[in-house]
């Protein structure tokens, strides 16, 4: 196939013919991603300055027609640059809009060359090639293609059609068209519909990372629909709908990321933590070593003066505090909304643990030398006795237990942050585990508003039940209650293990039950922690011994679970859906997401490829008022009713697109449509139109090897 393709470039010099995954215009008629041939005339932009200002570090973009998108800023020569993304929705992708169409006779010349040449390629090793038409030549043409192979010979047209508004689709004329085409009867024909609408947003997917995040927009929804009654007006009950979202994981503007900065932190000390432990920990340099990913738009925090106001809200509320059940503060009885919650956690965290408030300012730490050095200056000023810090009376963590017996007075202060400051892996697997436990609670929490809470509390052990399907615990759930108030403890079942998960517990600051006793401390001898001499008060800091082995399968389980929050974070403000609507959609996804067949393996991933898409079906009831609206666009294919025994050696296929926007980049369609200068004042309204192109596909069975008898 590639020698196929060589020929066809050396005959044809001036056309760009390129092996690629399937075009948007082409995907629209055929709904197919596979590879393709796409032929197209070379074209230079007509302004590339910005493109060319944008690209000064890679000489080799700077040169390639689909190289890196520009940045996604204000200034006046990128709004003047016709590369530029705008944030109206298009059918056409970034990369096409260089796709210049070729004179139709020409086509057809390519087209026959590459047709003549699969006369001896199987079906298999066949691609079908596409030619971008001139639609100012007769017939208006759009694209011209050849699929053939040994045993097929198979081609095709789109044409553009005229320009019209719904009520002027006589669907019944396009079936006695078709009909009177192929001679066959009426109920022969087999017709499909399928349509789709934009809810909200639009697609960044060809942007780069950080354009994607600081993007206008942090994903786009849609709602796919299809159905087989002769109408284009969507039927509520018989037609069947997919909800279609992408989201951007860490998107500037997510409320979601008041926990999503927990995971990337997470991400990052792990990898320091496991890096020390390869190769020692003077293998790493503090002072470079990344704990937050700074992204260009993000805000630079002064965490030293958070750590001061931190203090000294501590001094003033310890006493006073209200200490609501299981100590969350972003999930009330009056929270009736993922973004109620979001917000709340965005603006005043989801606990008054002193140690969860502290890891809230930690992980926004730049690099691991700032977090150690206000780590050590929190815990000296604890020292001190001026203030006796919230602790929640489920916090195991050895941190808690550390901010809990400075603060009444220890012996040996001095010489437990001397060691704790020589030892970074100590300090980071300390805070590290807070933000482990905290992010555990967090996503329970959240996820209980959606009363899927037994499943999560189940992803974080191993236990077999750990494995049964959201309907099956449901289930369980439903025939345990009987539909009464009664109510269960989610958590009860690991409230015993290392990953304490605290929600119906009541908090309050009292000292620590689970002292430990000296026989404790034989073992902190050899970590350089403890002096000959047994001391009771000595502080239990056992850093070293915090098994980090489990993290790595508990931030892939942060990641898979993070993607269903904002997918679903997402959906409940664009379709304006509840809980009891939302339900159904969390099931999907974290069937979905939170699996061994999972896409999503690692932290990293998110951090390297943001974007995520999700195609499930939805009830018709949840999108009932979006479907009275009209689509974007609609497609009708029209082909004959096939037997399965039946071998028919002619097919034909016809597809309608009707389409509010143009299907094809804008050095095809202006030919079409040419700019008009914008009316200052209108003063009538327009009816919506709907540009109308014809897909005509035929195949015909036959063999074409031909034998010559010498």
């Known amino acids: 196939m590639d020698s196929v393709i060589q020929n066809l470039i050396e005959s044809y010099p001036k056309y760009n013919v390129e092996k690629q995954?399937?075009?948007?215009?082409?995907?629209?008629?055929?709904?197919?991603?596979?590879?393709?041939?796409?032929?197209?005339?070379?074209?230079?932009?007509?302004?590339?300055?910005?493109?060319?200002?944008?690209?000064?570090?890679?000489?080799?973009?700077?040169?390639?027609?689909?190289?890196s998108p520009l940045k996604l800023d204000l200034s006046l020569h990128t709004i003047l640059d016709d590369t530029l993304i705008t944030d109206e929705p298009q059918l056409w992708k970034k990369e096409e809009i260089f796709h210049t169409p070729i004179d139709v006779d020409t086509a057809r010349q390519i087209a026959n060359q590459y047709n003549k040449s699969l006369s001896v390629t199987s079906k298999e090793n066949a691609i079908p090639m596409w030619v971008l038409c001139n639609p100012s030549n007769e017939g208006n043409p759009l694209l011209i293609t050849v699929q053939s192979n040994e045993e097929c010979f198979a081609r095709g047209i789109?044409?553009?059609?005229?320009?019209?508004?719904?009520?002027?689709?006589?669907?019944?004329?396009?079936?006695?068209?078709?009909?009177?085409?192929?001679?066959?009867?009426?109920?022969?024909?087999?017709?499909?519909?399928?349509?789709?609408?934009?809810?909200?947003?639009?697609?960044?997917?060809?942007?780069?990372?950080?354009?994607?995040?600081?993007?206008?927009?942090?994903?786009?929804?849609?709602?796919?629909?299809?159905?087989?009654?002769?109408?284009?007006?969507?039927?509520?009950?018989?037609?069947?709908?997919?909800?279609?979202?992408?989201?951007?994981?860490?998107?500037?503007?997510?409320?979601?990321?008041?926990?999503?900065?927990?995971?990337?932190?997470?991400?990052?000390?792990?990898?320091?933590?496991?890096?020390?432990?390869?190769?020692?920990?003077?293998?790493?340099?503090?002072?470079?070593?990344?704990?937050?990913?700074?992204?260009?738009?993000?805000?630079?925090?002064?965490?030293?003066?958070?750590?001061?106001?931190?203090?000294?809200?501590?001094?003033?509320?310890?006493?006073?505090?209200?200490?609501?059940?299981?100590?969350c503060i972003c999930v009330t009885e009056d929270t009736t909304t993922l973004r109620q919650c979001m917000t709340a956690m965005c603006s005043q965290g989801s606990s008054n643990d002193f140690t969860y408030k502290l890891w809230d300012i930690l992980r926004d730490c730049e690099t691991a030398e700032e977090l150690i050095t206000l780590l050590i200056q929190v815990l000296k000023f604890i020292s001190s006795g001026k203030i006796r810090p919230f602790i929640d009376v489920n916090n195991k963590t050895y941190l808690s237990k550390l901010v809990l017996k400075l603060s009444r007075g220890h012996s040996q202060t001095s010489k437990v942050l001397k060691n704790l400051r020589s030892s970074p892996p100590q300090?980071?697997?300390?805070?590290?585990?807070?933000?482990?436990?905290?992010?555990?609670?967090?996503?329970?929490?959240?996820m209980s508003l959606l009363e899927h809470s037994f499943f999560i509390a189940g992803v974080w052990n191993t236990d077999a039940k750990s494995h049964e399907s959201i309907e099956q615990i449901n289930q369980t759930i439903q025939d345990m209650t009987m539909g009464g108030d009664f109510t269960l403890n989610p958590f009860e079942s690991i409230a015993t293990t290392d990953h304490s998960i605290r929600?119906?517990?009541?908090?309050?600051?009292?000292?620590?039950?689970?002292?430990?006793?000296?026989?404790?401390?034989?073992?902190?001898?050899?970590?350089?922690?403890?002096?000959?001499?047994?001391?009771?008060?000595?502080?239990p800091l056992i850093s070293d011994e915090i098994d980090i082995s489990p993290w790595k399968n508990l931030l892939m389980k942060f990641a898979q679970i993070h993607v269903c929050l904002?997918?679903?974070?997402?959906?409940?403000?664009?379709?304006?859906?509840?809980?009891?609507?939302?339900?159904?959609?969390?099931?999907?996804?974290?069937?979905?997401?939170?699996?061994?067949?999972?896409?999503?393996?690692?932290?990293?991933?998110?951090?390297?490829?943001?974007?995520?898409?999700?195609?499930?079906?939805?009830?018709?009831?949840?999108?009932?008022?979006?479907?009275?609206?009209?689509?974007?666009?609609?497609?009708?294919?029209?082909?004959?009713?096939?037997?399965?025994?039946?071998?028919?050696?002619?097919?034909?296929?016809?597809?309608?697109?009707?389409?509010?926007?143009?299907?094809?980049?804008?050095?095809?369609?202006?030919?079409?449509?040419p700019p008009t200068e914008e009316i200052a004042e209108i003063t009538t309204i327009e009816e919506l139109k709907y540009n109308c192109t014809k897909y005509i596909n035929i195949n015909n069975t036959l063999s074409r090897k031909f034998d010559f008898i010498s």
């Open 21 to 67: 995954g399937s075009s948007s215009y082409v995907e629209m008629y055929t709904k197919d991603k596979s590879d393709i041939i796409i032929v197209y005339a070379k074209t230079k932009p007509v302004n590339t300055t910005a493109y060319s200002q944008n690209n000064k570090n890679n000489e080799a973009e700077e040169l390639e027609l689909t190289g």
């Open 503 to 539: 929600i119906d517990t009541e908090s309050f600051c009292i000292d620590d039950a689970n002292e430990l006793t000296v026989d404790d401390f034989a073992s902190l001898k050899k970590h350089g922690l403890v002096s000959e001499k047994k001391d009771v008060n000595e502080v």
């Open 158 to 327: 789109v044409t553009y059609e005229r320009s019209m508004t719904l009520d002027d689709i006589d669907i019944d004329k396009y079936v006695e068209d078709y009909v009177a085409y192929e001679k066959i009867n009426e109920d022969s024909v087999s017709l499909s519909v399928d349509c789709k609408y934009t809810i909200s947003g639009i697609s960044y997917g060809s942007l780069t990372m950080e354009e994607q995040l600081n993007a206008p927009h942090g994903g786009v929804t849609d709602l796919y629909c299809e159905w087989t009654s002769r109408t284009l007006v969507t039927p509520f009950i018989s037609c069947k709908v997919h909800f279609e979202q992408e989201v951007t994981v860490g998107h500037l503007a997510s409320p979601c990321n008041a926990i999503w900065k927990s995971v990337s932190s997470l991400h990052n000390i792990n990898q320091l933590l496991v890096d020390m432990t390869a190769a020692g920990f003077n293998s790493v340099n503090l002072e470079t070593a990344v704990i937050r990913n700074i992204i260009p738009g993000m805000k630079r925090l002064n965490n030293s003066k958070r750590i001061n106001n931190l203090l000294n809200e501590t001094e003033m509320y310890t006493y006073t505090a209200e200490c609501p059940a299981g100590g």
């Open 566 to 673: 904002e997918h679903l974070y997402r959906a409940e403000n664009c379709l304006r859906a509840d809980f009891v609507q939302l339900k159904p959609m969390a099931s999907k996804l974290l069937e979905y997401y939170v699996s061994e067949k999972s896409p999503i393996k690692t932290v990293g991933q998110l951090l390297s490829d943001p974007v995520q898409k999700i195609c499930i079906p939805i009830a018709n009831s949840v999108v009932q008022d979006h479907l009275k609206k009209s689509a974007l666009w609609y497609r009708m294919e029209l082909k004959k009713k096939i037997d399965s025994s039946e071998k028919p050696t002619r097919t034909s296929k016809v597809t309608y697109v009707f389409s509010q926007l143009p299907v094809f980049p804008p050095q095809v369609w202006q030919i079409l449509e």
């Open 427 to 446: 300090a980071l697997s300390l805070v590290a585990q807070v933000g482990i436990e905290k992010c555990m609670w967090e996503y329970t929490r959240i």
